[in-house]
């Protein structure tokens, strides 16, 4: 079993940046492709952009692309989450999450071993 944690979110002005990390621990990190997701109050929770187990394949939400980038180092068991160009409906609890299937799916049923989440909070 895998346990991850992520860590690097805080409150930012609109225009900010801030990089996510999710530290993953257990199975073999470098086997797996993985995403981020999000979710705010009384909402599902949404996907974010994903990597392929390489770091070779990137996946993104559209609303999110040209401004987030992710990234990963296998020798660290780590993935990033660059998020520029932040904007107020960015305000969300980012989790970091291990792909379940062999391809890359982006609805959560596709992904496991949730971290406990790491609060974005963008002001205006």
């Known amino acids: 079993q895998v346990q991850l944690v992520e860590s690097g979110g805080g409150l930012v002005q609109a225009g900010g940046s801030l990089r996510l990390s999710c530290t993953a621990s257990g199975r073999t990190f470098s086997s797996y492709h993985m995403g981020w997701f999000r979710q705010t109050p009384g909402k599902e929770r949404e996907f974010v952009a994903a990597i392929s187990s390489s770091g070779r394949n990137t996946y993104y939400a559209d609303f999110v692309k040209g401004r987030f980038t992710i990234s990963r180092d296998n020798a660290k068991n780590t993935m990033y989450l660059q998020m520029n160009s932040l904007k107020p409906e960015d305000t969300a609890a980012y989790y970091c999450?291990?792909?379940?299937?062999?391809?890359?799916?982006?609805?959560?049923?596709?992904?496991?071993?949730w971290g406990q989440g790491t609060q974005v909070t963008v002001s205006s």
């Open positions: 999450a291990v792909g379940v299937f062999p391809t890359v799916v982006t609805d959560p049923s596709g992904f496991g071993s």
